[in-house]
């Protein structure tokens, strides 16, 4: 079993709607969590961090079930310009860093 | 600007012939790491540095060799290259604090060995 999954996608959805992704982690001592956003054959950038409270940054909201070990980032009123692989990105002790291997999303007109 | 640069951006070789490719960045970070991503499987560590002459290994380390004489230089060296070694390459840096530990990458080194 990986140590972080994703749904790979793609996730092919129309402009304008909400789209959802989940990603879980096995390892229960795992202490930080991220989404970052990498478009095509270019480098990841951090689109956000997750907290146990939950954080939303304008259309954009990741939330973190510890409980069931997994993270979710919430895309509404989604644009052409989203379009891209979206990373969970897992960090355990001081330097262990786990990348899921990506979920791709393609909005459509 | 605070960046992350890499050299070569693109690099064709032959098996066997030592490369390096060179990664910088100023923004004094104490964390430096690189990753290789090939389709399907996601980025994977290679090594990672927590500090000057403090280099570890991360989950792919065979094949490379690291070094961190300066914080803000982390080389990637291939010995000696072979095929399966063909992927695109990022550095990153991090602060790497309880605070402040999201990574920021390199542009990317596109290798090929033949």
């Known amino acids: 079993r990986k140590e972080v999954e994703q749904d790979p996608g793609p996730f092919n959805v129309p402009e304008g709607a909400t789209v959802a992704f989940n990603c879980t982690y096995s390892?229960?001592?795992?202490?930080?969590f991220f989404w970052y956003r990498q478009d095509c054959r270019k480098e990841p950038k951090l689109l956000m961090s997750v907290y146990s409270s939950g954080n939303e940054d304008g259309r954009f909201t990741a939330q973190l079930n510890r409980a069931s070990q997994y993270i979710s980032l919430l895309i509404r009123d989604s644009k052409l310009s989203d379009s891209a692989t979206y990373l969970c990105v897992v960090s355990g002790s001081a330097s262990k860093i786990i990348f899921g291997s990506g979920t791709r999303l393609s909005i459509r007109p | 600007e605070a960046q992350v640069t890499q050299n070569p951006r693109y690099l064709i070789t032959v098996t066997g012939k030592k490369l390096t490719v060179t990664c910088s960045q100023n923004m004094n970070h104490e964390y430096m790491s690189w990753y290789r991503q090939d389709p399907g499987l996601g980025l994977r560590q290679i090594y990672y540095s927590m500090n000057v002459e403090v280099t570890d290994k991360g989950d792919v380390p065979e094949g490379y060799k690291v070094s961190r004489k300066e914080k803000r230089n982390f080389p990637l060296i291939l010995e000696s290259p072979s095929p399966n070694q063909t992927s695109l390459y990022f550095c990153?840096?991090?602060?790497?604090?309880?605070?402040?530990?999201?990574?920021?990458f390199g542009p990317g080194t596109r290798l090929t060995v033949l």
């Open positions: 390892n229960s001592a795992s202490q930080s």
């Open positions: 990153a840096s991090s602060l790497f604090t309880s605070e402040h530990n999201e990574q920021f």
